[in-house]
């Protein structure tokens, strides 16, 4: 089954991210990136499944309790796919906000690019 570009901005937010098992999350980059996808952070560029699976874990890493909450739903045109994101810790207010636009090919993510929007100080 061929994935469309929103159903794809969506497995990335939620079955890449959210995911905390390396082996599932693995599991889904290998379906639903291509082998040479480019991921674009706001501070550094990362290239092929296995940086982004290495970068989804360090972010997990990072803060363990925070969860990635979509904003809204799901959009897409052509071959480019958006889904605002909300992120920080579980029931608690987001700390980040922001977007992903996840440029896609014969149903895999081809190129991702994560703009950050808002950053609030914890309380």
Do not use: C
Request: hydrophobic share 35%.
């Amino acid at each position: 089954m061929t994935r469309s570009s929103a159903d794809l901005v969506r497995v990335n937010l939620l079955e890449v991210f959210n995911e905390p098992d390396p082996v599932r999350r693995a599991a889904v980059i290998a379906q639903h990136y291509a082998e040479d996808v480019v991921w674009h952070e706001p501070d550094r560029i990362n290239k092929g499944r296995t940086e982004l699976a290495r970068r989804a874990e360090e972010l997990r890493a990072e803060n363990p309790d925070w969860v990635f909450r979509p904003v809204g739903r799901p959009s897409g045109l052509d071959d480019i796919g958006h889904l605002g994101f909300q992120y920080g810790p579980a029931g608690q207010p987001p700390i980040v906000s922001g977007m992903d636009i996840a440029r896609t090919r014969n149903g895999v993510v081809i190129e991702l690019y994560t703009l950050v929007t808002e950053i609030r100080q914890p309380s």
